[in-house]
């Protein structure tokens, strides 16, 4: 293992911190990738491709609300605080909206889960990131950042490889959504861990230079 770390240029002070977050950036990954092919298929499947761009746009104007309503919380709640409500709503909000199938089954669910698809993801992100430059300064992030971001790669791939197993086993495409619910809960309890070893209020990398150094 000390060689692992050392080809990964991970000091041995970083060690603990790099694997919650890589453990962590997985289950997000996973989150990401189910809950986008799953949105998009629903949706395809009741709404003609001429309908994405106005939903595209609903979509923007949503994840705009969401990205202000953080920021105004982020002055207001400590940021440990933060970060852990952040995971949960996503993850309850994720469980509601697969759960709003066996109770209400509409074209208007479908949209509203294609819309919402963008926003989660965005706020999940804000959190994930924020966390990640306050656990790291700087000279940290240029070696770290990108290490610490495979894991969301490596979770988007396995979801995406995932799925057309699953189909071949009559899985239904709705049920992409409890998959994205569970890995987001995965990602809230290695944020605990994560607000429980560390401390987050202040970090000499702030939430946007975090941001800046993720690829893509």
Do not use: C, H
């Not at 495409?173 to 890995?183: A, D, G, P, Q």
Request: positive net charge; glycine residues 10%.
């Amino acid at each position: 293992m000390k060689g692992v770390y050392k080809a990964l240029n991970i000091e041995f002070g970083e060690r603990t911190s790099v694997l919650l977050l890589l453990s962590q950036s997985v289950f997000l990954g996973i989150f990401y990738g189910a809950f986008d092919i799953g949105a998009t298929a629903l949706f395809l499947d009741v709404f003609e491709p001429e309908r994405l761009p106005g939903a595209f746009i609903i979509s923007g104007l949503a994840g705009i609300v969401l990205t202000t309503l953080y920021s105004k919380l982020q002055s207001r709640i400590s940021f440990k605080n933060l970060a852990v409500i952040n995971l949960l709503t996503v993850a309850v909000f994720t469980g509601l909206l697969r759960f709003g199938f066996e109770i209400y089954s509409s074209d208007w669910l479908v949209f509203f889960v294609f819309v919402m698809m963008g926003p989660l993801n965005i706020i999940a992100l804000l959190g994930f990131w924020g966390t990640v430059g306050r656990m790291f300064s700087l000279r940290q992030g240029k070696r770290l950042f990108g290490l610490i971001d495979t894991g969301q790669i490596a979770g988007i791939i396995l979801s995406s490889y995932a799925v057309p197993v699953l189909l071949t086993f009559n899985f239904e495409t709705k049920n992409l959504l409890f998959i994205s619910s569970v890995s987001i809960f995965f990602a809230l309890i290695f944020q605990f861990i994560i607000a429980g070893k560390f401390k987050l209020s202040e970090g000499p990398v702030s939430k946007s230079e975090a941001l800046s150094w993720k690829p893509g």
